[in-house]
T-cell receptor, first 110, second 115 residues
């Protein structure tokens, strides 16, 4: 079993819809959780960074972490075609070793 | 722009050869990590360097090695290349060894194709 699991998608939504992305993880030592956006053939771009359980909002993006169920989510409001990308979730304990899921491909159709 | 720069962006090598990839970390960041991302997969942690020493390693064989220089820039070396080494190699920098309260920024990566 992988430490971080993501549905590979693709997840297709119409422009303006809410995109809902989820990950589950198995490592109880994870305290920090990150979401990255990766366009084709580019490096990952940090979107959200959260510590422990709770919600964090930044513009159109909301990240949620539920450590009791080992479940992390990212919501994108008012989705745009430019949001079409692969979204990577990652978790880490203390230190810099990030463990990623396989990524979810998102397509936002105009 | 993350301030993490990598070179070269693309390269093709033959099986059995050796390759060196380079990374300049974001200004003020003293910790550099390397990741391998195969096509359609998430990045996998190779190792981390702090103060010119390896500090943490993932499940990669010894033919993957690295260096960190006094200016915090770093190299990833891969010997005896295999076809499965074909991947995007990502460098990441952060401002803290422990990672507490800091974030990790990635460069655009180096695409390696082994033929």
């Amino acid at each position: 079993q992988k430490e971080v699991e993501q549905d590979p998608g693709p997840l297709s939504v119409p422009e303006g819809a809410i995109v809902s992305l989820n990950c589950t993880y198995s490592n109880s030592a994870f305290q920090y959780f990150m979401w990255y956006r990766q366009y084709s053939r580019k490096g990952p771009e940090l979107l959200m960074y959260t510590y422990s359980s709770g919600n964090k909002e930044d513009g159109r993006f909301t990240a949620q972490v539920d450590k009791s169920s080992k479940y992390i989510s990212l919501f994108i409001r008012d989705s745009q075609p430019s949001d079409s990308a692969t979204y990577l979730c990652g978790g880490k304990a203390a230190g810099n070793k990030l463990t990623f899921g396989g990524g979810t491909r998102v397509l936002v159709k105009p | 722009e993350t301030g993490v720069t990598q070179s070269p962006t693309h390269l093709i090598k033959t099986r059995g050869q050796q390759v060196t990839l380079r990374c300049s970390s974001q200004s003020g960041h003293n910790t550099v990590s390397w990741y391998q991302q195969a096509l359609g997969q998430g990045p996998q942690f190779i190792f981390q360097y702090y103060r010119e020493e390896e500090n943490g390693r993932g499940n990669f064989p010894p033919r993957f090695s690295g260096l960190q220089f006094p200016n915090y820039s770093s190299e990833l070396n891969v010997n005896a290349l295999e076809l499965d080494d074909s991947a995007l190699y990502l460098c990441a920098s952060s401002s803290s060894l422990t990672g507490e309260g800091n974030t990790i920024y990635f460069g655009e990566g180096s695409w390696l194709t082994v033929v």
